[in-house]
């Protein structure tokens, strides 16, 4: 579950699709916390994401909408999934694979918990892969970003092990991460240079 307010004050909220317990929806709300029903189909819009137990939405700089988390499909490992829509609530097919984009590891355990946009459009992603901070970064277009970490995403081994929760840009390019590590949930603050390496 998810929400995020847009620049013209209306907020997103996700969840569950109404008519079933396994799909993902967004839908809008307007500044009385009223349905917008000029979103979508009549103020949801179902997304084709599974089993999940994160999905946020926020608005980006061009009007449109991500949503992104994880998702839990039948035998396989946990995923994490990106997927862009219209303002008016229609998947944007421009975007990944038919508006969606999926990226898993075997053997790893991802979530996601915090993105943002940089400068440029791309979207920098933060989350765990196994008790490893992770993260990972998309063109504007939707697809992996491969000068950024290995072959478009990191997995940092923090000391003991961590996750990443907030993510910052700072203005000279860099990347500000927040979590914490383990044990006993220590907090962490770990920054990286733009090419996701971490500055030492």
């Given at each position: 579950?998810?929400?995020s307010?847009q620049?013209?004050?209306?907020?997103?909220?996700?969840?569950?699709?109404?008519?079933?317990?396994?799909l993902?929806?967004?839908?809008?709300?307007?500044?009385?916390?009223s349905?917008?029903?000029t979103?979508?189909?009549?103020?949801?819009?179902?997304?084709?994401?599974?089993?999940?137990?994160?999905?946020?939405?926020?608005?980006?700089s061009?009007?449109?909408?991500v949503?992104?988390g994880d998702?839990?499909?039948?035998?396989q490992d946990?995923s994490?999934f990106?997927?862009r829509?219209?303002?008016?609530?229609?998947?944007?097919t421009?975007f990944?694979?038919?508006?969606y984009?999926?990226?898993?590891?075997?053997?790893?355990y991802?979530?996601?918990s915090?993105a943002l946009?940089?400068?440029?459009?791309?979207?920098?992603?933060?989350?765990m892969?196994h008790?490893n901070l992770?993260m990972?970064r998309?063109?504007?277009?939707?697809?992996?970003?491969?000068?950024?970490?290995t072959?478009?995403y990191l997995?940092?081994?923090?000391?003991?092990?961590?996750?990443?929760?907030?993510l910052?840009?700072?203005?000279?390019?860099?990347?500000?991460?927040?979590g914490?590590?383990?044990?006993?949930?220590?907090?962490?603050?770990?920054?990286?240079h733009?090419?996701?390496s971490?500055?030492?």
């Amino acid at each position: 579950m998810g929400v995020s307010a847009q620049l013209d004050g209306k907020l997103l909220v996700t969840g569950y699709e109404p008519s079933s317990p396994f799909l993902g929806s967004v839908s809008r709300l307007n500044t009385d916390g009223s349905i917008d029903k000029t979103f979508a189909n009549d103020g949801s819009a179902s997304l084709l994401v599974e089993n999940f137990d994160n999905i946020i939405p926020m608005e980006i700089s061009t009007g449109k909408i991500v949503v992104y988390g994880d998702e839990n499909l039948p035998n396989q490992d946990i995923s994490v999934f990106t997927t862009r829509l219209h303002s008016s609530g229609t998947i944007d097919t421009t975007f990944g694979e038919n508006g969606y984009f999926r990226f898993g590891l075997p053997n790893y355990y991802l979530l996601v918990s915090d993105a943002l946009e940089q400068p440029d459009g791309k979207l920098l992603i933060a989350g765990m892969a196994h008790w490893n901070l992770f993260m990972f970064r998309l063109h504007p277009d939707g697809t992996l970003d491969f000068s950024f970490g290995t072959d478009g995403y990191l997995i940092d081994p923090m000391p003991n092990g961590g996750e990443a929760y907030s993510l910052a840009f700072q203005s000279d390019g860099k990347i500000v991460v927040c979590g914490y590590g383990t044990p006993s949930y220590k907090p962490i603050v770990a920054r990286y240079h733009p090419n996701g390496s971490r500055d030492s």
